[in-house]
């Protein structure tokens, strides 16, 4: 089965500056790949998503590449802010309904 | 439009009780999946239920879980005789038909086993 995994567990960054959060899936057949975002004690909210049949995706400070080829994608984070202090999960999963498989997680740590 | 809506928020169940977890998800949505999160680890699946139909329930425990969707009402899982490393965050969370893949969270039901 899928196996994802997500690296660096934990990340600390000063206010402004990027963030970069990069995941590895191995099976070739996964197709969609979710990022989420969890405050402490609250729900995991879907922040961007990509799909298999484009290598990037922007929306205002957030992207998200995706190299099939080498089974890995990144999220990017620009111009931090302490808002964006949460924990990150990564997730591939097949186009069409089927579970999620999800990294263990980057807890982001934004300084003021 | 109501998010997917999860109760209870917080259940303290002793060992050997039974743990009801409710799921109702967005309206239009027809496709449920449970996850466990255990503290400070990523969310694994459980379960994929449709309407009346598990789908896929290879991530849930052969014995004392069980879940259903039925045809009117919340998804339920049900954990009977709870043990203490049943004591998790379960999140639910529902996709729109027909291909939909992004799935959307409720709250959560954090469950404590005493």
């Known amino acids: 089965g899928e196996n994802v995994e997500q690296h660096p567990s934990t990340l600390s960054v000063q206010e402004g500056d990027s963030a970069v959060i990069k995941c590895t899936y191995s099976d070739s057949a996964s197709n969609y790949f979710p990022w989420y975002k969890q405050e402490l004690g609250k729900r995991p909210q879907l922040i961007i998503d990509?799909?298999?049949?484009?290598g990037e995706k922007k929306d205002q400070r957030i992207a998200v590449t995706l190299n099939k080829t080498a089974k890995h994608f990144s999220l990017h984070i620009t111009e931090t802010q302490p808002e964006d202090s949460a924990v990150y999960f990564c997730a591939a999963s097949i186009e069409g309904n089927t579970p999620l498989v999800f990294g263990k997680g980057t807890r982001l740590s934004v300084i003021a | 439009n109501a998010g997917v809506m999860q109760n209870p928020r917080h259940l303290v169940r002793r060992r050997g009780q039974e743990a009801r977890l409710r799921c109702s998800p967005m309206?239009?949505?027809?496709?449920v999946y449970w996850y466990r999160q255990l503290p400070e680890e990523g969310l694994k699946f459980m379960v994929y239920l449709q309407k009346e139909n598990i789908i896929d329930e290879s991530g849930m425990p052969k014995e004392r879980f069980s879940a259903e969707f039925p045809k009117e009402g919340p998804s339920i899982l049900r954990i009977q005789q709870v043990v203490r490393g049943d004591s998790a965050a379960y999140f639910c969370a529902s996709s729109p038909p027909p291909l939909g893949n992004e799935q959307f969270f409720g709250p959560g039901t954090r469950l404590t086993v005493l």
């Open positions: 309206k239009g949505h027809s496709h």
């Open positions: 990509i799909r298999s049949n484009v």
